[in-house]
């Protein structure tokens, strides 16, 4: 049986792609709203992007402390739920504060924080659906991460208007898509 055609082993692979996206659509088009809708040059938006892995490492510590205890599916829904709290953030901070730095990338750490914290048990799960097709799995998870964002940041560039809407509405879609995502990976059967 395919793997493609196993809702757990799709939710499993579709979770940290689409989490990465949401990352890769807010730090690429944060870093252009900043430079060319505040005018702050790179080595500021250089500064504010640690923000973005400050986030990933304090959701892999915490991962690392509260894994051994949940399931690969709480782990995984946990990370769609920061996600889409921190679209919900994203968007409510840009517009009833407008564009800022602090507004751009703060948020930034939540999403990175979301993938620190699913990441690792999204793949690991992938790979535990069919102990005959873990290389497959594996592959299959590593393309997602690479093909969802680079295809949302194509769509967040064809929408781009010099607003921060197209950012949020994609950042949002992807978090919403990846908790969607661990939530049929948990309720489906190898």
Do not use: C
């Amino acid at each position: 049986k395919s793997l493609l055609r196993r809702p757990r082993f799709v939710g499993f692979m579709l979770q940290p792609g689409l989490l990465s996206a949401a990352f890769y659509t807010q730090a690429t088009a944060a870093s252009f709203l900043a430079a060319e809708r505040l005018g702050v040059d790179a080595a500021k938006i250089g500064l504010w992007f640690f923000a973005f892995p400050i986030g990933f490492m304090t959701g892999s510590f915490i991962s690392g402390r509260i894994g051994a205890n949940r399931s690969i599916e709480f782990m995984t829904i946990l990370g769609g739920v920061v996600g889409v709290a921190n679209g919900a953030l994203l968007i409510a901070w840009l517009y009833f504060g407008g564009i800022s730095m602090a507004s751009l990338y703060i948020p930034g750490i939540f999403v990175s924080l979301a993938q620190g914290l699913s990441m690792p048990y999204a793949q690991a799960g992938a790979m535990a659906v069919d102990s005959e097709l873990v290389g497959s799995a594996s592959g299959a998870v590593v393309f997602s991460q690479f093909f969802w964002p680079a295809a949302l940041q194509q769509l967040t560039g064809l929408l781009a208007d010099g607003t921060w809407v197209p950012m949020a509405a994609v950042h949002f879609a992807a978090v919403t898509g990846a908790l969607l995502a661990a939530w049929m990976a948990a309720r489906a059967q190898s």
